[in-house]
C-alpha cells in the first residue's frame, strides 16, 4: 500500500504533466484500437468472401440443363475444381425471396422466369482461375461470368494497407508516448531527488525507490487505455445500425453486433479492454523505465 500511496502522490503532485502523459497515452491506445479493429474486421469479410465460391457462371434464358451439366463435365475434367453448384430459376427465386422477405413489394415484381440460372464454382486454387476463364467463357449459354476473386484481392489490397498503415501510425504514436512519459518522469524524479537521496541514506533498496515510477507510467497508460475503450465502444454501440447493415451478412459480424447485449458482444468488448489495458500498461511502464534508466542510476 505505501508503493501505491507513494504513487498516487507523485501523480497529485503535477496534474499537468500526468495529464498531458495520459492525454497521449489516450491517444496512442485509441488509435491502437481503431486500427485495431479494421483490421480484425476487414481480415473477417476476406477471409467471408475467400469461402464463397470464386467463379459464378451466368447462363442465358434459352440454355438448358444440358448446357450447364456440359459445362460442369469440362470443368471437371480439368482436374482444377474443387466444387460446383447449379442454381436453378426456382432456386434463385427462392434465394431472392429469402434475401427479400421483409420487402413485399419486391417480392410481387420477381419470377423466377426473369431471373437467371447459374453455376457457382470454386477452384481447388486461386491460382487456377485464369485458366478456367477461356474454357467457361466459350461454353454454350453462357451470358455472365463474375469473378469473385477480383473482389477478393481488392479486399486483400485493403486489409493489407490498413495494417502497413496503422502499424506506422500506432508504432509512430508509440513511441511520441514512451518520450513523453519519460520526459514526464525525468522532470518528477529531479523534482524528488532530495528526498530519493533520504531513502538511499536510510537504507532504501533501489526497486523500492524505483517502483512507483514504474507504477506511475503505468497507471498512465490503464487510464489512457481504459477512456479509449469507453469511447470506441460508445462508438461501436452508436454506429451499430449502420455496421450491421453494411457487413450484416457475414455471420461473425452478424453474431457479434446483431444484439449489442449478446454474450459474444460483451465478450469481444471486454477482450478489447484487456487488450488495451494491457498495451497502455507496458507502453507507460517502458517510459519509466527509460527514464530511470537515463536519469536514476543507482
Not at 37 to 60: C, H, W
Not at 192 to 210: C, F, M, N, Q, T
Not at 274 to 283: E, Q, T, Y
Request: charged share 15%.
Amino acid at each position: 500500500m505505501t508503493l501505491v500511496h507513494d504513487t498516487w502522490k507523485h501523480i497529485r503532485r503535477s496534474p499537468y504533466q500526468s495529464l498531458a502523459a495520459t492525454v497521449t497515452l489516450f491517444l496512442t491506445m485509441f488509435l491502437a484500437g481503431l486500427f485495431f479493429l479494421a483490421t480484425v474486421g476487414s481480415t473477417m469479410v476476406l477471409r467471408y468472401f475467400e469461402s464463397k465460391p470464386q467463379i459464378t457462371v451466368f447462363f442465358t434464358d434459352k440454355a438448358t440443363i444440358a448446357d450447364a451439366n456440359t459445362l460442369k463435365a469440362t470443368l471437371q475434367s480439368t482436374g482444377k475444381i474443387a466444387s460446383m453448384k447449379y442454381v436453378s430459376k426456382d432456386d434463385a427465386l427462392a434465394i431472392y425471396r429469402q434475401q427479400n422477405k421483409n420487402d413485399p413489394l419486391l417480392l410481387e415484381m420477381v419470377t423466377a422466369d426473369i431471373l437467371p440460372a447459374s453455376l457457382e464454382v470454386s477452384a481447388s486454387n486461386p491460382n487456377y482461375l485464369r485458366d478456367l476463364e477461356p474454357i467457361i467463357k466459350k461454353a454454350s449459354g453462357v451470358e455472365e461470368v463474375v469473378f469473385q476473386r477480383d473482389v477478393v484481392d481488392a479486399l486483400l489490397r485493403w486489409t493489407n494497407a490498413i495494417r502497413w498503415v496503422g502499424g506506422i501510425l500506432v508504432g509512430i504514436f508509440s513511441v511520441n508516448a514512451i518520450l513523453i512519459v519519460t520526459t514526464v518522469i525525468g522532470m518528477k524524479i529531479a523534482l524528488k531527488k532530495e528526498e530519493i537521496d533520504i531513502l538511499k541514506l536510510v537504507g532504501a533498496s533501489p526497486w523500492y525507490i524505483r517502483f512507483p515510477f514504474v507504477l506511475e507510467g503505468g497507471f498512465y497508460g490503464l487510464v489512457g487505455a481504459f477512456v479509449s475503450w469507453v469511447i470506441i465502444l460508445g462508438l461501436l454501440v452508436w454506429q451499430q445500425p449502420a455496421i450491421s447493415g453494411f457487413l450484416g451478412m457475414i455471420p461473425i459480424i452478424h453474431m457479434i453486433f446483431n444484439t449489442i447485449s449478446s454474450w459474444t458482444f460483451v465478450s469481444a468488448a471486454v477482450g478489447l479492454l484487456a487488450l488495451l489495458v494491457l498495451s497502455g500498461f507496458i507502453l507507460g511502464s517502458v517510459g519509466s523505465l527509460v527514464a530511470l534508466g537515463r536519469y536514476l542510476k543507482f
